[in-house]
């Protein structure tokens, strides 16, 4: 796995101005994520990742925990700053590839179920979810996941919103949500306050360029890309030239693309974006989908495409929000 560097605040998701009760609220968060009782994380790394992220949680406790310990290595990371910003050339640089986002932020109009006020069983689905993502990215280099479904009403967006959240904000990532579904914009219809902006839409279209069209989502570390207005030309937008351009340079930007697709029958749109994704994530509603349809849906997709199923809706819970 890739190494990263973090500060300890970094480690911990922990502001420089963070109080002790901040501060133990995050060790616990942390600790919860990594710690023993999480299938999740436990199915992804390895033993000796496991024990060094548990270390380092801890190491980065213990030292902001002492105010004298916190003080020498705030002083720390102030030099290390200062001489970082002594280099004009890099802090050009740096604003120049940092451009993408800096739009107004997009604001959900209730809280997702992976959320810290959410769910926490739905939470921990979801890591274990991105534990799989992430595996087929350690071997393939994929990082482009379309998630779809035989038909609409299956909780396609539901999922890529909560998949595409917690992959940003558990585990660091740096995630775009693309939005797709061209004609029924159900991310910015049921998920986000009105906004006023360029979408998708407007890129294929010519009226936007690409950079205008992403926006950092509030209060967390994803963006998203809607698709703006709703059109009937669907599929002739996604066919054009640019969106395949669009996810190739997406995908170099970004850890991971998380697509929230059109479903896959009776429009044409889905079989022209799987040409263009890595992996292809199957939405499928317990009790509702004949396997007929999600068979036909597997037959229309682009051949090898499809790296999984997702099962939505199981009676677990009344909360709808387990997947698999």
């Not at 190491?59 to 290595?73: G, N, Q, S």
């Amino acid at each position: 796995m890739k190494n990263e560097l973090k500060n300890y605040y970094e480690i911990l998701d922990l502001s420089l101005d963070a109080d002790m009760k901040a501060l133990e609220k995050a060790y616990k968060k942390a600790m919860s994520i990594y710690g023993q009782d999480s299938a999740a994380i436990y199915s992804l790394y390895t033993e000796k990742e496991k024990e060094m992220k548990v270390s380092n949680i801890k190491e980065a406790y213990h030292t902001l925990k002492d105010p004298e310990a916190r003080r020498l290595y705030d002083r720390k990371l102030d030099n290390m700053s200062a001489a970082l910003s002594e280099d004009s050339n890099l802090k050009s640089e740096l604003a120049v590839s940092d451009e993408v986002g800096l739009q107004d932020c997009l604001v959900l109009k209730k809280p997702l179920a992976v959320m810290e006020a959410g769910d926490p069983l739905a939470a921990e689905h979801y890591r274990i979810l991105y534990t799989k993502l992430e595996q087929i990215h350690m071997n393939n280099n994929d990082n482009v996941f379309a998630l779809t479904s035989a038909i609409k009403g299956e909780g396609k967006t539901t999922t890529s919103l909560n998949l595409a959240y917690i992959i940003s904000e558990e585990f660091r990532k740096k995630v775009i949500l693309l939005e797709t579904d061209l004609r029924k914009n159900s991310i910015a219809e049921n998920y986000l306050q009105p906004f006023r902006g360029s979408g998708l839409v407007d890129v294929l279209s010519g009226r936007a360029d690409l950079d205008e069209a992403i926006y950092p989502l509030s209060d967390s570390n994803l963006y998203v890309l809607p698709s703006g207005m709703s059109v009937r030309n669907s599929t002739e937008l996604l066919a054009s030239p640019k969106m395949p351009q669009i996810i190739e340079i997406l995908k170099s930007e970004f850890d991971y693309v998380i697509i929230d697709c059109p479903p896959v029958l009776p429009l044409a749109d889905m079989n022209v974006l799987s040409k263009m994704v890595d992996d292809v994530l199957l939405v499928v509603q317990a009790g509702k989908t004949h396997k007929d349809l999600v068979a036909q849906a597997i037959k229309a997709l682009s051949r090898g495409k499809v790296a999984g199923f997702i099962l939505n809706g199981t009676e677990k819970s009344a909360k709808n929000y387990y997947y698999y």
